[in-house]
T-cell receptor, first 115, second 116 residues
Framework: EPEVTQTPSHQVTQMGQEVILRCVPI?????FYWYRQILGQKVEFLVS????????KSEIFDDQFSVERPDGSNFTLKIRSTKLEDSAMYFC?????????????FGPGTRLLVL | AQSVTQLDSHVSVSEGTPVLLRCNYS??????LFWYVQHPNKGLQLLLK??????LVKGINGFEAEFKKSETSFHLTKPSAHMSDAAEYFC??????????????FGAGTRLAVHP
């Protein structure tokens, strides 16, 4: 069964460093998402991406964040200058369609720790 | 505004007994509702989905959920718990915007423990 994959599974970085989290969505999917879960808090939406552009972003998704689909298979989340509060589990998701037929499929997550 | 409330942060049951995980939602629009499960060190797996076709939804691993509009509830049940059901369960709402993209709104999660 096709699945969403994410790399790395764990990443430790120093505050102020750039990190890139990578996701490979399911191959025929067209809609892509990033969510995050800070330890002990709810899973929260960051950004949605369709047709090579951001379709919606949350207020969390400030200028330090960017997303890209560089090669038609990968979907990346970049944090330019990490802060301590960026420590979280980051989930990538993808779906084939949007609207009421949509089901989002999630990857296993990347646990990011900013020191 | 849309929101989801999971009424129990922890539920503990004995193997073979019924499971009930409670969820209430708030949505200005006709929502899609989901239950996802997360086993330790695993990703979020879809258990089941409601999209107005039928109020009783059957999912994987013997789970089902009933949509009750009058109570704004979408409780998850299973007749007989198995040890492998121990995990964290998330109730999720997706507001149905016409032509929009569906960001999911998660509940806080319920951790289910199953004892022998």
């Amino acid at each position: 069964e096709p699945e969403v994959t994410q790399t790395p599974s764990h990443q430790v970085t120093q505050m102020g460093q750039e990190v890139i989290l990578r996701c490979v969505p399911i191959s025929n999917h067209l809609y892509f998402y990033w969510y995050r879960q800070i330890l002990g808090q709810k899973v929260e939406f960051l950004v949605s991406f369709y047709n090579n552009e951001i379709s919606e972003k949350s207020e969390i998704f400030d200028d330090q964040f960017s997303v890209e689909r560089p090669d038609g298979s990968n979907f990346t989340l970049k944090i330019r200058s990490t802060k301590l509060e960026d420590s979280a589990m980051y989930f990538c998701a993808s779906s084939e369609v949007s609207g009421d037929l949509e089901t989002q499929y999630f990857g296993p997550g990347t646990r990011l720790l900013v020191l | 505004a849309q929101s989801v409330t999971q009424l129990d942060s922890h539920v503990s049951v004995s193997e073979g007994t019924p499971v009930l995980l409670r969820c209430n939602y708030s949505s200005s629009y006709s929502p899609s509702l989901f239950w996802y499960v997360q086993h330790p060190n695993k990703g979020l797996q879809l258990l089941l989905k409601y999209t107005s076709a039928a109020t009783l939804v059957k999912g994987i691993n013997g789970f089902e959920a009933e949509f009750k509009k009058s109570e704004t509830s979408f409780h998850l049940t299973k007749p007989s718990a198995h040890m492998s059901d121990a995990a964290e369960y998330f109730c999720v709402v997706s507001p149905m915007f016409s032509g929009g993209y569906n960001k999911l709104i998660f509940g806080a999660g319920t951790r289910l423990a199953v004892h022998p």
